[in-house]
């Protein structure tokens, strides 16, 4: 199988200002999807313009084919989302693109989301928890054309939403996780799994260190998918680039970039997500260079 290739558009361009020509050009370059992060803020883009995923995303779907690029989020986690609210935008983004989005989803951190809303930052625990109902209220939100549903922290009642996704039974979740209680929901719920790699191993970690990591989530996610009976190989695996002890290096030129790729290709790594180029930040890489790995290294990968 050859590894698909996209990209991540971080939303921080007016849309007239440069952002829509960011997504046609991630379309012309033959990207498999274009995605963007759903915060409120983000790092050190906090202080600076930052704009609403699904918004954008729309935006996304009227100014690129309907046959061509995927969209997405990568991703959209409980931090200032509701099931219930989050399902109709869903089912209306679908909708407008033609049945081309995919959800990432994740169940959060300690960023500036966590506390925006005014709430107290969650714990870990509490985080799960919530990550825990989220999804699979989530799931039969988008699949069930009514929904009457309680649970701790989240619940429907007589919640509609007719006439349902474009993509039957409903748009693929890409779950981000890597701990045991988030691997069983990407198995149960998931049409594709989201990994950054180890976080623990960013600053002081080898590139070979990494691998391994990652290898041991693609064996836990194994294991999660066999306790329920699924086939491992039915998920997409995607690897979200740029939080690895490389960093930059892959985006450097097209030969490091397909060394980049082809070790984490034969993890069973079906896509590789990279950063659309932002001057002056930590994504800050070389267009030109950028874009030829775009057109180069996919021939060589397959």
Known sequence: MSLRLSTVILPVDRWHEGGRAKWQRAEELGFHAAYT??????????????????????????ATDRLRLRLGTLVTSPNFRHPVTLAKELISLDDISGGRITLGIGAGGNGFDA???????????E????????VPLLDQLLTEGAVTEYG????????????????????PFAVAATGPRGLKLAARHGQAWVTTGDPSLYEEGTP????????GQVEKLGGACAEIGRDVAE?????????????RR?????????????????????????????PDSDFAVDQVVFEKIVTEAPAQLR
């Not at 506390?115 to 625990?125: C, D, V």
């Not at 070979?208 to 290898?215: K, N, W």
């Open 37 to 62: 992060y759903d915060h409120l803020s983000w790092r050190t883009f906090r202080d600076g313009p930052w704009f609403g995923a699904l918004p954008t995303l729309t935006a996304a779907a009227t």
């Open 115 to 125: 506390t925006a809303l005014g709430q107290e930052a969650w714990t870990p625990r």
């Open 127 to 134: 985080r799960a928890d919530r990550f825990g109902e989220f």
């Open 152 to 171: 701790a922290r989240y619940s429907a009642v007589e919640a509609r939403n007719i006439p349902g996704c474009v993509q039957r039974p409903r748009l």
């Open 208 to 215: 070979q260190e990494s691998v391994e990591a990652i290898r």
């Open 235 to 247: 998920l997409e695996k995607i690897l979200l680039t740029g939080f690895t002890p490389d960093r």
């Open 250 to 278: 892959p985006l450097e030129s097209v030969d490091e970039f397909v060394d980049f790729a082809g070790r984490h290709q034969e993890l069973g790594i079906t896509e590789l997500v990279v950063h659309w180029p932002v």
